[in-house]
Nanobody, 120 residues
Framework: EVQLVESGGDLVQAGGSLRLSCAWS??????MAWFRQAPGKEREGVAL???????TYADSVKGRFTVSRDIAKNTVYLEMNSLQPEDSAMYYCAAGYLCGSWSPGGYTSWGQGTQVTVSS
């Protein structure tokens, strides 16, 4: 059974940092991604991680967010620095076998989401 479980969301002040975690099971080494969705907005890709752990970032987070994978722990992380109120959203981890996709439809498995709220 494929499962993704996110954790680490919290309320933080602007300029602060958070690290989100996503533990996966049921895949050998999937393509993974972090998406986020704010109320009233579409789900948008934040960071992509391919099977060789190469990374790609959305322009809005480039230089501030870092995605990484610990294969031994079957866990993907999203390190978020210099957080701003516009980063507030529900953050989702996604997995699949279509690496490099910025479309939510490119992923077959999703976690339940973890809420990040950045206060000004």
């Amino acid at each position: 059974e494929v499962q993704l479980v996110e954790s680490g969301g919290d309320l933080v002040q602007a300029g602060g940092s958070l690290r989100l975690s996503c533990a996966w099971s049921g895949y050998s080494r999937p393509c993974m991604a972090w998406f986020r969705q704010a109320p009233g907005k579409e789900r948008e890709g934040v960071a992509l991680l391919d099977t060789l752990s190469r990374t790609t970032y959305a322009d809005s987070v480039k230089g501030r967010f870092t995605v990484s994978r610990d294969i031994a722990k079957n866990t993907v992380y999203l390190e978020m620095n210099s957080l701003q109120p516009e980063d507030s959203a529900m953050y989702y981890c996604a997995a699949g076998y279509l690496c490099g996709s910025w479309s939510p439809g490119g992923y077959t498995s999703w976690g339940q989401g973890t809420q990040v709220t950045v206060s000004s």
